[in-house]
């Protein structure tokens, strides 16, 4: 089992910046897949951004593309999203999960899913 925990969101301005964090406990941190989803109301979750284990690679959106980076400190067991130039569209409930597999960006593939920290973007 692994245990996901978000925290860092909130309300913030359009271009305004918020970071992310999501702390997992439970199982070894670096062989873990970890990824980043967001929901917003009356639509289905999309991806945002995976990193592989290493932290050595990653991939995003195309709508998120150079303003978010995900980033991992497998010392702290933790995974983050730097949301800069955010946009009202970005805002959205974001979802920390874990992968036992290959960095993927369908969230089928992800095993196991944090409660969600809510991001809110006002123009």
């Known amino acids: 089992q692994v245990q996901l925990v978000e925290s860092g969101g909130g309300l913030v301005q359009a271009g305004g910046s918020l970071r992310l964090s999501c702390a997992a406990s439970?199982?070894?941190?670096?062989?873990?897949?970890m990824g980043w989803f967001r929901q917003a109301p009356g639509k289905e979750r999309e991806f945002v951004a995976a990193i592989n284990e290493s932290g050595g690679r990653a991939s995003y959106a195309d709508s998120v593309k150079g303003r978010f980076t995900i980033s991992r400190d497998n010392a702290k067991n933790t995974v983050y999203l730097q949301m800069n130039s955010l946009k009202p569209e970005d805002t959205a409930l974001y979802y920390c999960?874990?992968?036992?597999?290959?960095?993927?960006?369908?969230?089928?593939?992800?095993?196991?899913w944090g409660q969600g920290t809510q991001v809110t973007v006002s123009s």
């Open positions: 439970g199982r070894t941190f670096s062989r873990l897949v």
């Open positions: 999960a874990a992968s036992l597999g290959l960095t993927t960006v369908s969230a089928n593939d992800y095993n196991y």
